[in-house]
């Protein structure tokens, strides 16, 4: 089966890419690497260069290689930089999904894998489950939860059938740690092995689960393998809440560096974070293996041989009005 892989260059979609291949698709990967890169991409993947902008060269895609199954990945998955990347934040991440699905409709794909977010829940729902109702308070979270509600359109219109994860915090070899928006693991590792310290917004109290690769990626390429996973949505990741201080702790010890942190002004951000999987258990016998520590490790050890990366430069920011002062340097 032939497999279009979109966001093949980055952090979560090589992932995918390379456990489809494991698993004996043809696998198709587009790309626009403004924040992957090639490296990333798995051998024996057929790479194409571009956007989910292009309507055109999307739909060159899906005739040449008769694209029987889609995963939708490529998206610019910074949350709190929503707030201020409004028009770019939508036109990449619900108008090139729109692109997307409209060729996944036409190819009459298979199954149209969707990678969403915990972002569409909000505050105060907790843990978060997928029988509640999304309540986003972020551009990023309503743009994830908008596609959401298009695909449930699209099956009823056009019988296109579609699996939805909501990952949380995920984490692993491939992260693109120069980014300074986004990936808090990244971060910190990026900063210790430049020297500086971990900065931490507000006292760092806020907690999150975060998420291994390892567990999530391997789940993801066999769903479409699972019948009873079609038209539901599943949150995926880890069971156990973090705070961001304990988490700078662990990231330095797997360093193997003093944890030096320092903190900035708190930002507007949901401040606990974390998922019941009950559900994704209940389908798949799905429960997270890796523990933070242990991901943790394999992480720093990847990031030791890759060596630190120059923060990404200034991202599209549309409006200054708020921003924390230490994304305006």
Not at 30 to 55: C, E, K, R, Y
Not at 118 to 145: F, N, W
């Given at each position: ?6 966001g ?15 698993r ?12 992957g890169?090639?490296d ?8 194409v ?22 995963f ?10 929503s ?31 969707f ?15 997928e029988?509640?109702?999304?309540e ?26 579609s ?5 949380h ?9 120069g ?14 092995m ?35 996973a ?8 880890a ?47 799905y ?23 120059s ?15 230490s994304?305006?340097?």
């Amino acid at each position: 089966m032939a497999m279009l892989v979109t966001g093949a260059a980055g952090f979560i979609g090589s992932h995918v890419a390379e456990q489809l291949l494991r698993r004996g698709h043809e696998v198709v990967g587009l790309d626009d690497l403004s924040g992957g890169f090639t490296d990333n991409v798995p051998s024996g993947a057929i790479f194409v260069q571009g956007t989910v902008l292009d309507a055109a060269l999307l739909t060159r895609i899906f005739q040449e290689h008769r694209i029987t199954h889609v995963f939708h990945l490529a998206a610019y998955a910074a949350e709190g930089l929503s707030h201020f990347i409004r028009r770019f934040n939508y036109t990449n991440n619900v108008v090139g999904s729109m692109n997307v699905l409209n060729e996944a409709v036409k190819a009459e794909v298979r199954c149209f894998v969707f990678t969403s977010s915990i972002a569409v829940y909000g505050a105060g729902q907790t843990p978060m489950r997928e029988s509640l109702t999304p309540e986003p308070e972020d551009p990023y979270g309503i743009a994830k939860y908008a596609v959401e509600m298009d695909l449930h359109a699209a099956r009823r219109m056009f019988g296109i059938d579609s699996i939805v994860f909501r990952p949380h915090n995920v984490y692993g070899e491939r992260q693109h740690i120069g980014d300074r928006y986004r990936n808090v693991i990244g971060i910190f590792m990026n900063q210790l092995m430049r020297g500086e310290p971990m900065s931490i917004f507000g006292d760092g109290s806020q907690t999150r689960a975060f998420s291994y690769i390892g567990d999530v990626a391997p789940l993801m390429a066999r769903a479409i393998e699972q019948p009873a996973a079609y038209n539901e949505v599943f949150n995926i990741g880890a069971d156990q809440p973090t705070s961001v201080n304990d988490l700078a702790a662990l990231v330095a010890r797997a360093m193997g560096v003093p944890p030096v942190t320092t903190h900035l002004e708190p930002r507007k951000e949901v401040v606990h974070a974390f998922a019941d999987h009950s559900k994704i258990a209940r389908v798949f016998g799905y429960r997270s293996r890796w523990s933070l520590a242990d991901g943790l490790e394999r992480m720093a050890a990847w990031a030791k041989h890759a060596g630190p990366a120059s923060p990404s430069p200034r991202q599209h920011i549309e409006l200054t009005r708020n921003l924390p002062p230490s994304w305006t340097a």
